[in-house]
Each structure stands twice: as C-alpha cells, then as structure tokens.
C-alpha cells in the first residue's frame, strides 16, 4: 500500500510539475506574442513619426524656396523701377539743359540784333551828321 500511495504521490507531483510547465510556456507565448505586437506597433510609429518628419521638411523647404524666388523676383521688379526713374530723370534733366540752351542762344541772338540795330544807328547817325 505504501507503494501505491508513493506512486500516487509521485504521479500527483509529476501532473502538477507538467501543469506547471504547460502554464508557464504559455505565459512565455503570450509575453512574447505581447512584446512582438509592442515591438511592431514601436515600428510602425517611428516609421509614420519618419514619413512626417520628411514631409514637414520638404514643406519647409518648399516654402523657403518659394520666399526666396519672391524675394528675388522683388528685387528685380526694384531695380526696374529704380532703373526707369533713374532713366526719366536723365531724360529731364536733358529736357530741361536743351530749353535752357536755347534760351541762352534766343538772347544771345537778341543781344546780338540790338547790337546790329545799335551800330547800324549809330552809322546812320554818323554818316546824316
């Protein structure tokens, strides 16, 4: 009987250690199927976290080209204005020292026919005297 009662014993302690066994390898399956899934899903964020990062930069630097195309596309436009006011006021100044040529060159021609009258006076003068 103490044979049967040992064999029972040992085939007790036998089914708990297997049971022990089966449940820690499956406790082992599940935390490793957890931190598989954790393992993928930290992927999945640092690669959708990536995609976004180069997105905002080509963004980013999208828009710095389009301000600097702006910028220099205004500084253009800044040198044509200042180009064609330069251009007008040469062309003023040009007006206004031709009119003043001329002026100078009416009263000298002025100056010039008084003189003419005054000496052709003055021969007049001389020859009835």
Same mark, same amino acid.
């Given at each position: *009987?103490?044979?049967?009662? *040992?064999?029972?014993?040992?085939?007790?302690?036998?089914?708990?250690?297997?049971?022990?066994?089966?449940?820690?390898?499956?406790?082992?399956?599940?935390?490793?199927?957890?931190?598989?899934?954790? %393992?993928?899903?930290?992927?999945?964020?640092?690669?959708?976290?990536?995609?976004?990062?180069?997105?905002?930069?080509?963004? %980013?630097?999208?828009?710095?080209?389009?301000?600097?195309?702006?910028? %220099?596309?205004? @500084?253009?436009?800044?040198?044509?204005?200042?180009?064609?006011?330069? @251009?007008?006021?040469?062309?003023?100044?040009?007006?206004?020292?031709?009119?003043?040529?001329?002026?100078?060159?009416?009263?000298?021609?002025?100056? %010039?026919?008084? @003189?003419?009258?005054?000496?052709?006076?003055?021969?007049?003068?001389?020859?009835?005297?």
């Amino acid at each position: *009987m103490k044979r049967i009662v *040992m064999s029972l014993a040992l085939v007790a302690a036998l089914g708990l250690s297997l049971n022990s066994c089966r449940e820690t390898k499956e406790k082992t399956e599940n935390a490793v199927e957890k931190a598989t899934d954790s %393992a993928s899903d930290a992927v999945n964020d640092a690669k959708d976290a990536a995609s976004d990062a180069v997105e905002d930069a080509t963004d %980013a630097a999208s828009d710095a080209l389009d301000s600097a195309k702006d910028a %220099a596309n205004d @500084a253009v436009d800044a040198v044509k204005d200042g180009a064609e006011d330069m @251009a007008n006021e040469a062309k003023d100044a040009a007006n206004d020292a031709v009119d003043k040529v001329k002026e100078a060159g009416n009263d000298a021609i002025e100056k %010039a026919k008084e @003189a003419g009258n005054d000496a052709v006076d003055k021969a007049k003068g001389s020859i009835g005297n």
